[in-house]
């Protein structure tokens, strides 16, 4: 589709929804904040859909929509009028701003300042090294070890640094297969898959996870520790299916893979400040019951050493990815519209979900979110619809029996990294597919069937969460 042709859909459908009479909307009770902030949820929706700009400026948008209509700051012709009736909630407009400054927003910045520090003393490479040492030259292990370090570097860095890190190290060894090799698919297509899955087993492993814990607090808050305690055995049981598949479907021809890793630990000061540094930050979140702190704060730790050190200076600031941190905030406003304005509860309400089984509620949860993964960005569909299913979880009281809130945001967070079946549908995915050793249908028929595998062993995780009464 054209991109002026995207652009007057993404603008043009939530101008429509603007101008049109609020009665012509299907959500009972509707507000005239309310009805305008319909209006810039369909236009996140569809820019982030679309993206007809850069999806982190589709945040900048929403954010800046928010103030100028819905805030208590807001532009002359969008305030109540003497006579308004009906006009709703209006939002603090620190509260929208304050979204740039978020602790979720904090908490991913300082895995990207561990992130950024490992690389620079390449601290990941030499791991790496070490890690893959043992799996010996047989095809099939080579490409398991490659799985798991891939997977465990996506726990604590971004997934798509991940896997273009482990594609420079796999690219030679992909290059000694025969050019007919079913195996360079199975190599191609197991990083990226290793790096989705793997970013599930931490709350800074992937954006859904970061976005999910604003909206599990009191009762439903969720540690750092305790986070890892069930979604890593998660994840390795996921990764092992993962490298079963790609096996089965692209068996490698070849016999002996060697795979030479070249490089050393660093030696100095500042090198073993950032090894003593990131060991210290992992079991700080790891230990968070023990010390008190929780995981936003022990992130802004790695911030102050490696600042005040020189280790990240002013230069490796302007490598940081900043627009990740802007799509999150933007779709933390739109969380903080939708729910100090009401307007996510009346939508909630105008769906007859108390009609429906909690079974049913929480397969259409989990299919929406698995379908809108793989079709846009897990972060963006997280933002889209973690406000939402957050009031599903408070307002269905048939859901307490599977869980409650805790389990249908977990459900649906989990559900949202599992979409992997596209090329547009992850950076790793696209990393992968620029390599040309794999095609859509590769990606495809694997990635649906560990998308709706994995989404079978959320229910059975979560099951089995809600009977030992974690839920």
């Known amino acids: 589709m054209n991109k002026k042709i995207k652009l007057l859909i993404a603008v043009g459908i939530p101008l429509l929804v603007l101008l049109m009479p609020a009665e012509w909307i299907p959500i009972d009770g509707l507000t005239v904040v309310g009805h305008r902030l319909v209006a810039i949820f369909f236009l996140a929706t569809l820019f982030w859909l679309l993206e007809p700009i850069p999806i982190f400026a589709t945040s900048v948008l929403v954010i800046v929509g928010e103030l100028i209509m819905v805030s208590d700051k807001s532009f002359i012709l969008f305030q109540p009028g003497p006579a308004s009736e009906n006009f709703g909630t209006v939002i603090n407009y620190r509260e929208i701003m304050a979204t740039f400054a978020s602790p979720v927003i904090m908490l991913f910045l300082g895995g990207f300042f561990l992130a950024m520090a490992a690389t620079k003393f390449q ?238 509620i929480v397969l259409l949860a989990t299919g929406i979110t698995l379908l809108m993964a793989n079709i846009m960005s897990h972060t963006a569909t997280a933002n889209l619809l973690l406000p939402i299913f957050a009031v599903v979880g408070t307002t269905i009281p048939s859901l307490a029996s599977l869980g409650g809130s805790k389990m249908i945001m977990l459900a649906v967070t989990f559900a949202a990294s599992l979409g992997m079946s596209l090329a547009i549908s992850t950076p790793p995915n696209a990393i992968a597919y620029g390599t040309g050793e794999i095609k859509t249908k590769d990606m495809l028929k694997s990635g649906v069937i560990i998308g709706i595998v994995g989404l079978l062993g959320v229910y059975v995780m979560l099951f089995v969460l809600n009977k030992v009464g974690f839920l």
């Not at 360079?184 to 996870?209: E, H, K, Q, V, Y």
């Not at 909206?215 to 540690?223: C, E, H």
């Not at 079991?283 to 995981?295: C, P, T, V, Y």
């Open 123 to 360: 601290l990941d490479l030499n791991l790496a090294r070490v890690v893959l040492k043992p799996f010996g030259r047989r095809p099939a292990m080579v490409m398991l070890g490659i799985m798991l370090v891939t997977a465990l570097f996506s726990m604590f860095m971004s997934n798509t640094a991940t896997t273009a890190m482990m594609f420079a190290i796999l690219t030679p060894v992909i290059g000694l297969m025969g050019k007919n090799d079913r195996g360079r698919i199975a190599f191609a297509l197991a990083i990226p898959f290793a790096a989705n899955i793997g970013g599930i087993g931490t709350p800074i492993g992937t954006p859904p996870n970061a976005i999910a814990l604003k909206y599990m607090t009191g009762a439903n808050a969720i540690g750092f520790g305790t986070w890892m305690g069930f979604a890593f055995p998660f994840v390795l049981v996921l990764l092992l299916f993962a490298w079963r598949l790609l096996l089965r479907f692209y068996k490698p021809e070849i016999k002996d893979l060697n795979l030479d890793i070249q490089g050393r630990f660093r030696r100095g000061w500042k090198a073993y400040v950032v090894y003593m540094t990131f060991g210290l930050t992992l079991l700080l979140w790891m230990f968070d019951f023990l010390h008190g702190m929780n995981a936003y704060i022990v992130a802004l730790i790695p911030v102050a050493i490696f600042t005040s050190s020189g280790i990240i200076t002013a230069q490796d600031l302007k490598r940081i990815n900043w627009d990740i941190l802007w799509l999150m905030s933007g779709g933390l406003a739109l969380g903080v519209g939708l729910e100090q304005s009401g307007l996510a509860e009346r939508m909630v309400q105008s769906i007859p979900f108390s009609g429906f089984s909690p079974f049913l």
